[in-house]
Each structure stands twice: as C-alpha cells, then as structure tokens.
C-alpha cells in the first residue's frame, strides 16, 4: 500500500458529508472491494484519504493498526471505525454492513448454483481449473505473511511449533492462537531480546501528516461520540452480546443443541472470536472441523468454496457462508433444502460479522489507550507467527487434495498427519498448480486473472 500512501501536501477539506453522501461511497466500496484485504484496505485509502480527505493519513493508519488487533476481517472493521468516526453508531452500521452485502448476496446466489449445477461435466471442469488457483493464492500468502511476520528466530520457532501442532497433532486453532499469545506476553516480559524487532510497527516510511475532516473536527474538540462514557462497556455489551449470541441460544432452546442450527451458530460464533490473522489462518480450522468433525462438505468442495469467495466483493472470510449454507442444505430437516440452505447462509454470516460491530464500538473510544502498547504489541506478532504455520498446514492440505486423488491419515505415536497415496496423484492437477504459482509468484499475473486462466485451462484439460 506504500505506493498509495504519497500524495501532495494536506488539504482540509471543509464540509462534513452528510449521511447519504457517505452511504453512496460506502455502497461504492462494497461493489469494488476485490483482492482480499490488502486490495480492501488500499480502495478506502484512495477513497477517503486521497480523493476525499475524510480522514488523515495518521489517524487511518492508527485506526487499522486498532483493528488489526482484533479478530475478524480488519478491513470491514476498518470501515465500521471511520463510519462510526463520522456519523456515530449509524454511520458504522451503514459502513459495516454495504462492506458485506454486495459480496453475501453473492455468494448466496454462487451456492445456490453451485449445488444446482455442481455436477454438471463443464462445471466440474471449471472448478478443478480454480482448485489449482486456490493453491496457488494461499501458497503466496504463506510467503507474503512470512516475510512480513517472521522477522526473528523466535517468531520462526513459533511458526514452526504452530504447523508441527496443527498438523502432526490436531491441535485446535484456538488454543494454537492463545498459546503463542501468552509465549509473546512472557517473552515481552522476561526474554525481550528475543524479540526485539517483532513488535508491529505500522507502515515504516509513510506519510503521517495529511489531515482531513475528522482530523480537524477533533482539533476543534468537536466529535464528542468518540469519548468513553462512563456506562460505555456495559451498554453496547448488553446490546450486541445479546443481538450477536441471542440468536444461537433461541435456535439451541427451539431445536435442541445437537441440531445442525446450533452447530452452525456456535461453531461460527467461536470462530469469530479467535479468527486472527485473517481468513487463512481460520480456514484451516473450519477445513479440519467442517470436513473432519461435523462432515457437513469434502475437502474438494471446501476448495470450491474459497475459490468463489475469491471472485467475490467483500471479505475472504465470506467462504464460511458458503460452509453454512451446504451444511443446512444437506441436513434440512423439515424444511425445503434450498430454503434450509439460505437460512443456513443467514446464519452464518450474522455470526460470523455481527461480532466485528462489537468490537469496534467497545474498544474504539479507548484507542488511545493501545497507542504504543509494546506489550500488546509484541503479543500480536507472536500470533501472526503462529498464524504462518496455521497458513503453512493449510496450503499443505489443500495441496494434498487438489494433486493427490486420495489422501490417508497415519498414527505415528501419536502424530496423525496426513499423507498421500503417491499412486493416486493427478498429473493434470499438479500441472494446473505449477502454473498458477508461476504465473502469481514469478509473473505478478494477479489473482482474479489467475482464477480466470486456470479455470479455462482446466476446462481444456478436461477434454484431453
């Protein structure tokens, strides 16, 4: 995003936009935010630093500093924080939510087909030409995390000790998250210069001071919403916890606590909480309890589901709608598959991004308090390093089921990795792969364009 953050001397610009001007760029937004986070996060920065100078380059960045602190898609909280900034509670409902719908709809529309036409001898075609894409997306981002990450030889241990425990030992994401969490915590506290250097600094040689309307607003002690009240915690806990969790309990009471409802909505609430280090790092939990625990889709479908969540606006994370949506469908109950899988969907995505609106309006008011958190700070690259090797043992097991046709898991003294059959590889497959990790890594080719090549491409090889 470096390229985007140097622009010319700062500009205040002087009026406030009113709500309904903010709602059309918000809608823009969400119509255009391709490319995963950082493609999300560098479209605002254009949007609302550059051409409009609605916020300054200092406070966007400490605000994404902020949300890349918490679990979920920071680019959405990112758009619920200068929504609320701007307009209040509203205004980040407004944001928050246009930076989700465009994609959710979507994808909604995308499962549907996919179950309709799922079989048919084209399709499939197109979808083993986008499993390779796949690989090959989360391959580059093992390495540009990497880079970015594991910045010390603590961090690589970590990383390592985090791929050895998830996929030697099935270790839960959750715990893998909060132990590397704690080792950051005590290594901050008495081993400092192990870590030395890890802590997340921001955006090293940027700009930091263009000013915009927020800015000037605060100068003028205007923007008295941003200040913590003295009931503040208690009264958005007792409305979002409610709103984001009541749900979940009402479906446990009305269709007992082993129905497909309420795995869906506890299952995704939990994910919720522990999804740092963006959708990667997550799908390799859901992968392993979705395929593995509660046999709700197969490996190759889940591959399937990322790669339309690749073509869609919005948040990566929105594959996991896709999961809910196949899990309801196929266990419908007394419902109608197709309306089972839409409430499936529903569902899903409620959980999934009600959370986030939580987050932000709890913790923006004390975000001064966070501002050079070393601490804190040093806690969080322990996780992002964790969530390298979490990345790892996902492009491990996506590469193990797009090359091989059948996959096997082996006890070893209480390892239970998971290792192909080495006959069953599928030469097409392994081709179609190289060729998008050659055509995203050595050519920069871009992901939509590599998506759409492979998916031709598999087409093709299906005739020969």
């Not at 758009?79 to 930076?99: D, Q, S």
Request: proline share 5%.
């Amino acid at each position: 995003m470096s390229a985007t953050l140097a622009h010319e001397d700062p500009v205040i610009t002087p009026d406030m936009p009113t709500l309904g001007q903010a709602t059309k760029v918000w809608t823009r937004i969400g119509l255009l935010s391709f490319g995963g986070p950082a493609g999300q996060i560098a479209l605002m920065h254009k949007e609302l630093v550059e051409d409009r100078r609605w916020i300054g380059e200092q406070r966007f960045l400490h605000a994404l500093n902020y949300c890349m602190l918490l679990p979920g898609p920071e680019a959405q909280q990112l758009a619920i924080y200068i929504g609320w900034l701007m307009h209040r509670t509203i205004g980040g409902l407004i944001a928050g939510i246009l930076f989700v719908l465009p994609g959710a709809l979507v994808m909604l529309a995308l499962s549907a087909l996919y179950v309709a036409y799922r079989q048919v001898p084209a399709v499939d075609a197109l979808f083993f030409g986008i499993k390779a894409a796949v690989l090959a997306v989360v391959v580059e981002a093992v390495i540009r995390i990497g880079k970015r990450a594991l910045k010390t030889r603590a961090m690589l241990v970590i990383a390592a000790l985090a791929f050895v425990g998830i996929y030697m030992f099935h270790v839960p994401f959750p715990v893998i998250v909060l132990a590397a969490g704690l080792v950051g915590w005590l290594g901050n506290r008495f081993a400092p210069h192990l870590f030395a250097g890890a802590a997340h600094a921001g955006a090293k040689g940027a700009r930091t001071d263009t000013l915009g309307i927020i800015d000037a607003m605060f100068e003028r002690g205007e923007l008295r919403h941003t200040r913590p009240a003295r009931w503040h915690p208690l009264r958005v806990l007792s409305l979002w916890l409610p709103l984001w969790l009541g749900p979940v309990a009402l479906l446990g009471v009305f269709t007992g606590w082993s129905s497909v409802w309420t795995h869906i909505g506890g299952f995704f609430s939990l994910m919720a909480v522990v999804t740092f280090g963006g959708a990667y790092a997550v799908l390799a939990y859901v992968a392993q309890a979705a395929v593995g625990t509660f046999q709700w889709l197969t490996p190759g479908e889940m591959l399937d589901g990322l790669g339309l969540a690749e073509t869609t606006p919005g948040p990566l994370v929105m594959v996991l709608q896709f999961v809910g949506y196949l899990a309801a469908y196929r266990t419908p109950g007394s419902l109608s598959p197709w309306l089972a899988g839409g409430l499936g969907a529903l569902l899903t995505t409620w959980v999934t991004f009600a959370p986030c609106f939580l987050w932000i309006f709890l913790g923006a008011p004390y975000i001064e308090i966070l501002r050079g958190n070393k601490v804190l700070s040093t806690a969080l690259s322990a996780i992002t390093a964790a969530v390298v090797g979490v990345i790892l043992n996902l492009a491990l097991w996506f590469g193990l089921h797009v090359v091989f046709r059948q996959v096997i898991e082996i006890d070893l003294a209480g390892m239970r990795p998971d290792f192909p059959v080495l006959a069953s590889v599928d030469w097409r497959a392994a081709l179609l792969s190289a060729l998008a990790m050659l055509a995203l890594l050595r050519f920069k080719a871009g992901m939509i364009p590599t998506l759409a090549g492979s998916a031709i491409a598999g087409l093709l090889l299906a005739y020969v």
